[in-house]
C-alpha cells in the first residue's frame, strides 16, 4: 500500500500478494479482513492521542479495496519520484549543477535494498526488481551529471566498486572508461574495455555495443572533445557533501 499511496488497491491484489491466486485458502478474505484491523490497530498506537485522524481513517475501506491515505510526502517513495523529477527537469535545462545535487537528494532516501524487510510475495516481487532497476539507472544519471562537472576523480572508487557488481553493464564501464581517461589513467580505461569485451563475448556471445566500440577507438585516438577540466573548489565541495 505504500508503494501506491491514496490508490484503491483491490483485494484481489493483496490475496494475491499473500497467498497468490493459484492457492487461495478458503478463509483468504476473512483473513485478510484479520490483518487489516491489525494493521488498524497498530496504526491507532502509533497515533497521538491528540490526533484527529483515527486508524480507519488512514486505512480507508473502499468499494473492493482499501487505501492508505497519508500525504505524499510521508512516504519516501514519493518524496524519491518527486527529487528524481526536479533533477530531470534540471538536467535537460542545462543546470547540472543543480541536477547532480538533486540526484544526491533523491538517492541518499534509499538506506539498502527495496523492502528488505518484506518478504515479497507475487505482486511485490516483480515490483521490487523494478525499483532497483531504477536505482540502478538513477544511479547512472547521476554519475553523468558529475562526470560533466569534472569529478572523474572523485568518481573512482565507486565505480569501480560499481562495475565489479555489475560486471555486463555497458553504461557503467562507459563512464567508468571516462573517468580514468580524465584522471591520467588511460591504460587502466583500456584494460576496463578489453576486460568487459572478455566477459561479453565469453557470457553472452556478444561485441560490445558501438556506442562503448567508439569511446575506446576516441581514447585510442586521443580525442579533445573527451577531456573535461577537473572540478573547481565549488564543484569539489558540492560533490563532499552529497
Not at 580514468?180 to 561479453?200: D, H, I, K, N, V
Request: proline share 5%.
Amino acid at each position: 500500500m505504500a508503494l501506491n499511496v491514496n490508490q484503491v488497491l483491490p483485494v484481489s491484489t493483496l490475496m494475491n500478494e499473500i497467498w497468490n491466486e493459484t492457492d487461495l485458502p478458503r478463509s483468504a478474505l476473512p483473513t485478510l479482513h484479520t490483518y487489516i484491523l491489525q494493521l488498524r490497530r497498530r496504526l491507532a498506537e502509533a497515533l497521538s492521542p491528540d490526533s484527529a485522524r483515527a486508524a480507519k481513517d488512514i486505512l480507508v475501506t473502499k468499494p473492493g479495496g482499501y487505501l492508505l491515505n497519508v500525504p505524499d510526502e510521508s512516504v519516501d517513495a514519493t518524496a524519491y519520484r518527486r527529487l528524481l523529477g526536479n533533477a530531470r527537469s534540471a538536467a535537460a535545462r542545462g543546470d547540472v549543477v543543480t541536477a547532480a545535487r538533486a540526484y544526491d537528494d533523491a538517492l541518499a532516501l534509499w538506506r539498502g535494498p527495496a523492502l528488505v524487510d518484506v518478504q515479497p510475495g507475487a505482486v511485490l516481487t516483480p515490483e521490487l526488481a523494478r525499483l532497483e532497476e531504477n536505482r540502478l539507472g538513477v544511479v547512472q544519471e547521476r554519475i553523468d551529471a558529475w562526470l560533466q562537472l569534472g569529478c572523474h576523480a572523485q568518481l573512482l572508487d565507486e565505480l569501480t566498486s560499481l562495475t565489479g557488481r555489475h560486471p555486463l553493464n555497458e553504461n557503467l564501464h562507459a563512464q567508468f572508461m571516462t573517468a580514468l581517461y580524465r584522471a591520467g589513467r588511460q591504460s587502466r580505461a583500456m584494460e576496463t574495455f578489453q576486460s568487459l569485451r572478455r566477459r561479453l563475448v565469453n557470457e553472452l556471445g556478444v561485441e560490445p555495443s558501438r556506442r562503448v566500440r567508439m569511446l575506446h577507438e576516441a581514447m585510442l585516438a586521443a580525442d579533445p572533445t573527451l577531456d573535461v577540466l577537473p572540478a573547481d573548489d565549488r564543484i569539489r565541495l558540492a560533490f563532499a557533501a552529497a
